[in-house]
């Protein structure tokens, strides 16, 4: 039972009770209307799902949650479609080895064929991976004493980054840092897995190729930077992550060529600063809605509809405001659709005018149906506290143009998935190594997960880029920093 059933219940027994009844019901519908309050926020955090929050999937409960997608159906069958080239292997032009299969003698008249022109060939041809093995160079260094003036002298030529008696060249060195930065795969399997290569490692000689990678980056991490600073539109967001047991943040600046991340023990500005990014960002910036984005106002702002989408899911299934939010969603996916099929990737001025007076007729229903809460006392001094449903609205209302921004810019997004794609790879790693030991390892690893996502956005080979990374001299690996002329 509600306490507004259970009030109007004892307001109805009301005139029949004695004094002592009227006290003992004032005395304890207080306390019932507190306990209903407590109860009320305890189902609201219970129905919090990743279908109607920002909270991932893997926070949710084992329960089936209510399924309601937001995409729209295709009409297509489930599976390849008519017309779809398949995937299947192709014979090889021009295969490595070949192994003839001739006939000499007619197997029924035995006459001889060594001469007749064959009609043709039967092609088949088997793929795999020769026996893995690193191959040793050996600088071997002459040395001669000179018999007139006795002096010992040694060969000149062996290259100058060859320093120690042994050491591992550099594709061993990108091999094992992209099993790591990119494969996530943990120090000792990674161990294990090089084994194969017949080169066996230590843990420390993994963490001092990760140190090297990591020195040789400075250069190329500043010029990212100001690549993304000189994009016309970038994607950033955080995520938490654990360093010795305390809760870090993840931040990441992207755009759909360069790839950014650092970690830091603060969420908000002071991260923001340090990153030295949204300082000087002048493009459309997509965000969700954390207020520490507010304080970089010489950017073009475009709020992530797809969180807000999941706070109308929320508000439709917990607090029944289907009337106004149902409407809603539909109107942001129409306009969704509009701007994908229109040839500017603007929706059209007159369609621009109807969409927001439809935003602003449903905000009306919503405002009214939810009427913000005000103090007791009317003071306006500092903030009031709303229901999840009330705070939506007022971030709807008065953020119309952020929210909008896709309609209105053909380079803004509906989403912020560019920045949340590149982090869920940051939350994979940490899912299967857990958090990190140090701070400087956790930046490490951001500094060279930067390089190879970048690296993939340009549709480079990691691994060859990280060798080059580690052979000295070469510098081919900046071009991945830059815009491409």
Not at 288 to 306: I, R
Request: aromatic fraction near 8%; glycine fraction near 6%.
């Amino acid at each position: 039972m509600t306490f507004a059933k259970l009030k109007a219940e004892v307001d109805n027994l009301r005139p029949a009770l004695s004094a002592e009844g009227l006290m003992l019901v004032d005395l304890f519908m207080p306390f019932c209307e507190a306990q209903q309050a407590t109860i009320k926020k305890l189902e609201d955090k219970l129905a919090v799902t990743s279908g109607n929050s920002s909270k991932p999937p893997s926070k949710d409960d084992f329960k089936p949650t209510k399924a309601r997608s937001l995409r729209e159906k295709s009409g297509k069958n489930p599976g390849g479609q008519s017309g779809h080239k398949g995937s299947k292997s192709r014979l090889i032009d021009n295969p490595d080895e070949i192994i003839p299969y001739t006939i000499t003698a007619c197997p029924g008249c035995g006459s001889n064929l060594s001469g007749v022109s064959p009609d043709g060939f039967i092609r088949k041809q088997v793929e795999d991976i020769p026996p893995l093995k690193t191959i040793v160079t050996e600088h071997r260094i002459e040395i001669k004493t000179c018999p007139c003036c006795a002096i010992q002298w040694q060969a000149a030529g062996c290259p100058e980054d060859i320093k120690h008696e042994f050491q591992y060249g550099p594709r061993v060195k990108a091999i094992s840092v992209y099993l790591s930065a990119f494969q996530f795969i943990p120090a000792f399997r990674t161990k294990q897995l090089l084994k194969v290569f017949g080169v066996n490692l230590s843990t420390g000689t993994l963490d001092n190729f990760r140190k090297s990678a990591a020195r040789q980056l400075p250069e190329f991490l500043e010029t990212l930077r100001f690549s993304i600073i000189a994009s016309l539109c970038g994607f950033f967001d955080e995520t938490g992550m654990k360093v010795k047991g305390i809760g870090h943040w993840v931040h990441v600046a992207a755009t759909e060529l360069f790839s950014l991340f650092m970690i830091h023990p603060k969420r908000g500005r002071e991260a923001h600063d340090e990153m030295d990014v949204l300082t000087w960002f002048e493009g459309i910036l997509h965000r969700d809605d954390y207020h520490s984005y507010h304080a970089y106002p010489q950017a073009t702002h475009s709020l992530c509809v797809a969180h807000l989408l999941r706070d109308l899911i929320y508000a439709i299934d917990r607090d029944k405001q289907g009337e106004w939010a149902d409407p809603f969603i539909k109107l942001l996916l129409q306009v969704k659709r509009q701007k994908v099929e229109s040839s500017t990737s603007v929706v059209d001025r007159r369609w621009q005018g109807r969409h927001r007076k439809k935003y602003r007729e449903l905000l009306a229903i919503g405002l009214k149906q939810n009427p913000p809460a005000v103090k007791e006392d009317g003071s306006t001094r500092g903030r009031t506290a709303q229901t999840k449903t009330v705070n939506l609205l007022l971030r709807l209302r008065d953020n119309e143009d952020e929210v909008l921004r896709f309609m209105t810019h053909a380079l803004a997004q509906f989403d912020n998935n560019q920045a949340e794609r590149d982090l869920r790879m940051n939350k994979v790693r940490q899912k299967v190594s857990g958090g990190f030991r140090s701070l400087v390892a956790a930046q490490e690893f951001m500094d060279i997960r930067s390089f190879v996502a970048t690296a993939i956005k340009r549709q480079a080979d990691p691994v060859e880029e990280l060798v080059n990374l580690f052979t000295p001299g070469n510098c081919d690996y900046m071009k991945l920093a830059r815009h491409p002329e």
